[in-house]
């Protein structure tokens, strides 16, 4: 029987969640470089697309996809670009959404942590399916981001 994720909508079967699909991912980043060049979108469309961000951080993640992809950074240059505002030291806000926050719209996904798990077969594919996960979860988070001091 086919389940669905009440945050993004994502199709699983078999007793998969989106989270044991993540975690799963999270594994193959850390333990395999290929894998881990597209870090900072697995985590960014996850915690998107999960409501997983304050709304302060999804000001900040949005502007942080905005300059990837609008500049064609790659891993390394996203990384050293994000690390520079989100030590908590420095920042003034939290980056996960607290339990009593007010909730987010719902937004169709066009893509989800599913389709990537569904499609790729290696670090290769892997990678070009984040990246369009990645683009997709960026140009669509829009309404998460209404009325949001930007």
């Given at each position: 029987m086919r389940e669905y994720c009440a945050d993004c909508g994502a199709a699983h079967s078999e007793g998969r969640t989106c989270q044991s699909i993540y975690h799963e991912f999270m594994a193959l980043e850390f333990s395999n470089p290929g894998y881990g060049r597209v870090h900072f979108l697995t985590v960014a469309c996850y915690m998107i697309q999960h409501h997983g961000y304050s709304d302060e951080a999804l000001v900040w993640v949005e502007a942080k996809l905005s300059a990837y992809f609008m500049n064609n950074l790659?891993?390394?240059e996203i990384r050293k670009l994000a690390a520079k505002?989100?030590?908590a030291s420095i920042r003034k806000w939290e980056v996960k959404r607290l339990k009593d926050a007010p909730l987010l719209p719902k937004v169709s996904w066009s893509m989800t942590i599913a389709d990537v798990d569904k499609q790729m077969y290696d670090s290769e594919s892997y990678g070009e399916l984040i990246t369009e996960w990645g683009r997709r979860t960026w140009?669509?988070?829009t309404p998460?981001?209404?009325?949001?001091?930007?």
């Open positions: 790659n891993g390394p505002d989100t030590d140009k669509e988070m998460l981001l209404k009325g949001k001091d930007s």
